[in-house]
């Protein structure tokens, strides 16, 4: 079980409703506690509404200041605008570039098909395997 805080997720949620119709993306970085401390916006350079892409330069300066506060990579997340939070097809092949540098990290997926009711998923993607698993907003 995961835990993330009220005022990440509404961090989360703004964003991707900030930029509908594309999907939106970044990272969380978690303490020395294992808990989530910050999240980090990031650019999806595919400007696509049903692709992302971190910017490379973007993505290693993120991880670099994480790094260097003595954090770790707790999650990558992004947006799906028209469909539920689920692990894609491509979320799958491309989650293995991630996964090779950050074996335990989270992919959350936050749910724009209802923008009313935005929905936050957390999941495990290893070897083409897709875990959910159950998230907590506190």
């Known amino acids: 079980m995961a835990e993330l805080d009220g005022v990440f997720y509404k ?3 703004e964003q991707g409703l900030r930029e509908f119709p ?3 993306c ?4 978690a303490g020395p506690d294992g808990l989530p401390v ?3 916006t990031a650019t ?3 400007m696509s509404s049903v692709t992302f ?3 490379a330069e973007e993505q290693l300066r993120i991880e670099r200041e994480i790094e260097e506060r003595g954090w770790e990579t707790w999650g990558y997340y992004h947006s799906h605008t028209h469909s539920e939070g689920y692990p894609s097809q491509t979320d799958r092949d491309r989650s ?3 996964v090779a540098f950050y074996p335990d990290v989270r992919f959350l997926i936050l749910s724009l098909e209802d923008r009313d009711a935005p929905v936050l998923r957390s999941f ?3 070897d083409g395997e897709v875990t959910e698993e159950e998230l907590t907003i506190t």
């Open 38 to 40: 910050h999240v980090f």
């Open 44 to 46: 999806n350079i595919d």
């Open 22 to 24: 594309n999907e939106a």
């Open 11 to 13: 961090e989360i949620v």
């Open 96 to 98: 293995r570039y991630v």
């Open 26 to 29: 970044g990272v969380i970085a």
């Open 53 to 55: 892409r971190i910017d």
């Open 124 to 126: 495990f993607l290893r």
